[in-house]
């Protein structure tokens, strides 16, 4: 009788039942040396940014500080004043008429910022749809207008106003406006080459005019484009010296702008003009002319950034 041979036992490992009441414990990651140089750059990206805002900052504060301080220290270059004199704040408005500047630059910025819009928008639509002879070459000296130096006009453009007679008003401030901005044309061209065509035709087969196609459909599209040109335009009008300098000397300085009437308080106070020094009252108008800026950006923001972000989308 044969004998069967005994079976060689497994050379596999058999792995133990896992209970249920023991935890699973999972080894941490070891420290990587990438983690920690990540952590040093975020740490030194965060000290440049603090450190170049500090620098945006600074002449902000000082110029805080300034208006706070009496006349006598407006110079010594404190952040924090020695003496702080809040009546700055209250007899500014009796030393300067700073309301009617105000009120002066807050119109003519809205009527300039406001009318180039428009402008503008209607132009570049007219470029970026309509098909019609020489478009490419209009399009070219367009943009080769930008590249003159606002000096080169600013002659002409002084005859063309006087001889209309509106030197000493604000009519040349924002009256140029009316017929567009190169820059701001080309800028809304961009942005309307981006919508399809196809909307378009589809509204003209529905019996829409072409102001329509315009008023209806491009327009509202283009609303965070048209929105930065509002926001440029108001601060170029709201920060323009040269043209108030030119056209609103033959007034009266209550009709003058922010930063005409300003140069005119430096002038006025200075010790060589036979002014006491009141320094402190340029700083406290040089401070309080900021809010409508920071109002008026507060608001457009959204659509500011909403727009530098389809804009680099589009390409």
């Not at 040093?40 to 002449?59: D, E, N, T, W």
């Not at 003519?108 to 970026?128: C, M, N």
């Not at 065509?197 to 327009?219: K, N, Q």
């Not at 048209?226 to 056209?247: D, G, K, M, R, T």
Request: proline fraction near 7%; aromatic fraction near 14%; include cysteine.
């Amino acid at each position: 009788m044969s004998t069967l041979p005994v079976s060689q036992p497994s050379r596999l490992a058999v792995a133990a039942p896992v209970r249920a009441d023991r935890p699973i414990v999972v080894p941490a990651p070891a420290p990587t040396s990438g983690g920690a140089l990540r952590r040093v750059g975020r740490i030194v990206r965060l000290l440049l940014l603090a450190g170049v805002a500090a620098a945006f900052l600074y002449p902000l504060a000082w110029l805080l500080a300034a208006s706070l301080k009496p006349r006598g220290e407006v110079f010594d270059n404190r952040l924090i004043p020695q003496t702080v004199v809040w009546e700055n704040y209250v007899q500014v408005w009796d030393q300067l008429p700073l309301l009617a500047w105000i009120a002066n630059s807050i119109g003519i910025a809205l009527a300039s910022a406001t009318l180039v819009t428009l402008s503008s928008s209607i132009v570049a639509f007219g470029f970026a749809y309509f098909r019609f002879p020489a478009k490419n070459f209009l399009f070219g000296l367009l943009l080769a207008s930008m590249m003159l130096p606002g000096a080169v006009t600013l002659v002409p453009n002084y005859l063309i106003w006087k001889s209309l007679g509106f030197l000493g008003t604000n009519v040349p401030l924002w009256g140029g406006t009316l017929f567009g901005s190169a820059f701001y044309i080309f800028l809304m061209r961009q942005f309307y080459l981006s919508v399809p065509r196809e909307l378009f035709e589809a509204a003209r087969i529905d019996g829409c005019s072409y102001f329509g196609l315009f008023r209806r459909i491009a327009f509202p599209l283009a609303l965070p484009s048209a929105v930065i040109v509002f926001l440029f335009e108001f601060q170029a009008s709201w920060n323009n010296f040269v043209a108030p300098l030119i056209y609103l000397n033959f007034g009266t300085p209550e009709q003058y702008t922010v930063p005409l009437g300003i140069a005119y308080a430096m002038t006025t106070f200075s010790p060589t003009a036979g002014g006491h020094g009141d320094y402190q009252y340029v700083m406290v108008a040089s401070l309080l002319v900021t809010l409508p800026m920071l109002v008026i950006f507060a608001f457009g923001q959204r659509y500011f950034i909403e727009g530098i972000a389809s804009a680099g989308l589009k390409g």
